[in-house]
């Protein structure tokens, strides 16, 4: 800069333009109580979001204490508080399938449903949310200015990406299905078979946590801000994994490059389901490596639980299930038949209530799939196949 007198002048006139257009923002658009309102409903928001993964995350946190499955040292943390809060709200999303199945899909059963969760897992919901406190208060850069720039970078397009969840919605898949299925299941107080959108027929489990958040306060902006929370468990899940092979560079490069890779910053600030399938298969890569170490049938179990909620987020799920398939093969391939059916085994147990679910209200249990089930014919083919 000394040698350029010139280059001193680009952060003078990006702070004049920051200026100027706060300014012009205050005189055309100020301060006013509908203003204040919206922002009450984003605190709202946000509140709603963060007690349900508390929750989540305590009741998962109680179900692996419960199996007796160890605590995890300081590198594998993360992956532990991951699978606790995954584990939790697939549960907790099963939950709200059963509530709908039987006709009492309102915000007193599903939100009474989850106080009692929190008071009967409340010594883990704590220790759950401590550990998260601890996660965040070590995410500390090495100092150095390149050092810092992925922590900054992702900071700042979170911060974004939180403002875009917060937005009314507008994206077409969030328009036409994932926030359609939850507001007519609100509406009728229960889920029940929809023949003119076949993408309501596919599993919820995001659905169903969508839901409980929107019956709280009728907000459907909750929805995108629990994708925004799926997305964070994954950042964290591949910074954690990456730390443990690059150093703590690494694995802040590793999130960095994830979140600036094409289109998945804009996944965040959309009602959709992808990153949540995205911090399934992270986390339960994260625990086959930790099985690959120390094995254990216990977090075969873990996985396949994990494997068999993923398959009630979305039926692409379907690969990660393959993955972990060809991992415990290669690991260890003359008990590949038996470390695959302790995996498999839970995996199809979680998965099983939505298999129902298709066969008794689509009459097929993979609904939109195999090409049979409620008004199934060469149209909806054409269109559900164009559509994919």
């Known amino acids: 800069m000394k040698d350029n007198p010139m280059l001193w002048r680009v952060p003078v006139i990006l702070i004049g333009l920051v200026l100027l257009l706060s300014v012009y923002y205050v005189v055309n658009k100020p301060i006013t109580p509908e203003l204040a309102l919206n922002l009450g409903g984003a605190l709202l928001d946000l509140l709603t979001v963060a007690a349900l993964f508390a929750v989540g995350g305590g009741l998962g946190e109680a179900v692996l204490r419960r199996i007796g499955l160890p605590s995890a040292d300081d590198d594998a943390r993360l992956e532990r508080l991951a699978s606790a809060a995954l584990i939790g709200l697939g549960l907790i ?3 709200a399938l059963v509530v ?73 898949d969030s328009l036409v299905y994932h926030l359609v299925g939850p507001q007519r299941y609100l509406d009728a107080g229960r889920m029940t078979a929809h023949a003119d959108n076949f993408y309501l027929g596919m599993p919820k489990n995001g659905e169903m946590l969508f839901s409980i958040a929107i019956s709280l306060f009728g907000r459907a902006t909750t929805a995108a801000l629990i994708h925004v929370g799926f997305g964070l468990i994954m950042l964290a899940l591949t910074g954690s994994i990456a730390r443990r092979h690059a150093g703590a560079l690494g694995g802040w490069l590793a999130a960095a490059l994830l979140l600036g ?35 254990s049938d216990w977090l075969l179990i873990v996985v396949g639980v994990l494997v068999g909620l993923a398959m009630g987020y979305k039926y692409t799920a379907v690969f990660i299930a393959a ?6 093969l290669i690991q260890a391939p003359r008990r590949v038949l038996r470390n695959g059916l302790i995996a498999a085994i839970p995996a199809v147990i979680m998965f099983a209530p939505w298999l129902l679910r298709g066969w008794l209200l689509y009459g097929n249990p993979v609904y939109p799939m195999l090409g049979f089930g409620l008004a199934w014919d060469a149209e909806r083919s054409a269109m559900f196949t164009r559509s994919f």
């Open 261 to 295: 890779s094409f289109n998945l910053w804009q996944l965040f600030g959309f009602s959709y389901v992808d990153l949540a399938l995205t911090a399934y298969g992270a986390v339960v890569y994260a625990l086959l490596l930790r099985w690959r170490e120390q094995p």
């Open 93 to 95: 999303a099963l939950y």
């Open 100 to 172: 709908s199945l039987i006709g009492l899909f309102n915000a007193l059963a599903l939100w009474g449903g989850l106080l009692l969760i929190a008071i009967v897992t409340h010594r883990a919901l704590i220790g759950w949310i401590g550990g998260v406190w601890t996660a965040l208060r070590g995410l500390r850069p090495a100092p150095g200015g390149f050092r810092r720039f992925p922590a900054v970078f992702l900071g700042v397009m979170l911060a974004l990406a939180v403002g875009v969840a917060l937005a009314p919605p507008f994206s077409w």
């Open 323 to 328: 993955g972990v398939a060809l991992l415990i």
